[in-house]
């Protein structure tokens, strides 16, 4: 079956340190690859997306590049800030159909 | 701001209510989604429409009833629910993907946080 594994939390980062959040998953056929956000008290934003294998998402100043041979989506940035304070979930959609497989979400928390 | 809109933003009801969660969304996406979200975990997928019919139903026990009216709306509607069905409930659209390479990604609301007394 299809699955996604991201590193436990929470994750503890000084404000302007690099932030690399692991994602590995597990999937048949050609999977599309998500990175979304939770802020306290909201819902899940999409971060960033790659649909083949080679692609780099980016925004916000967050990368992310899909990697077929390592089976990985990590989550990079360079610099982090208080207000990237969230909950971070790796997702995959296999194709054929529209259910998103999520991992467990990461917390990150950024301090001064 | 969120293009999927959810309203209430918290509900309060007791065992015995029946209330309906709202949901609309006005970019054109012809799939939507319930998910019900606990503390620390991800979303965890209940009913998908398609073009406005039921198309997956994770087998979610009979208290909880979605309806899509139309491309734009989506409804959950409650009854009898249980101490356990608390949580916060998202609602997500999305483009229809096509074949393999399905890669639309979904757009979710802020969600409504549910407790049940």
């Known amino acids: 079956g299809n699955s996604v594994t991201q590193m436990e939390g929470p994750v503890t980062l000084s404000e302007e340190a690099f932030l690399t959040i692991n994602c590995t998953y597990t999937?048949?056929?050609?999977?599309?690859l998500f990175w979304y956000v939770q802020y306290p008290g909201e819902g899940l934003q999409l971060l960033l997306k790659?649909?083949?294998?080679?692609d780099k998402g980016s925004n916000k100043g967050f990368e992310a590049t899909y990697r077929k041979e390592t089976t990985s989506f990590h989550l990079e940035k360079g610099s982090v800030q208080v207000s990237d304070s969230a909950v971070y979930f790796c997702a995959l959609n296999p194709g054929g159909g529209n259910k998103l497989t999520f991992g467990t979400g990461t917390q990150l928390k950024v301090e001064l | 701001d969120t293009e999927v809109t959810q309203t209430p933003k918290h509900l309060v009801m007791g065992m015995t209510n029946k209330k309906s969660l709202k949901c609309e969304q006005h970019m054109g996406h012809r799939a939507m989604y319930w998910y019900k979200q606990k503390a620390k975990k991800p979303p965890e997928l209940m009913f998908v429409y398609s073009y406005e019919k039921l198309s997956i139903n994770e087998s979610v026990p009979s208290r909880f009833s979605p309806e899509c009216p139309n491309s734009s709306l989506l409804n959950l509607h409650l009854h009898a629910l249980q101490p356990e069905d608390s949580a916060l409930y998202l609602c997500?659209?999305?483009?229809?993907?096509?074949?393999?390479?399905?890669?639309?990604?979904?757009?979710f609301g802020d969600g409504t946080r549910l407790s049940i007394l």
């Open positions: 999937a048949t056929g050609y999977p599309s």
């Open positions: 997500a659209s999305s483009q229809e993907g096509q074949g393999e390479r399905s890669n639309q990604p979904q757009h």
């Open positions: 790659a649909t083949k294998a080679d």
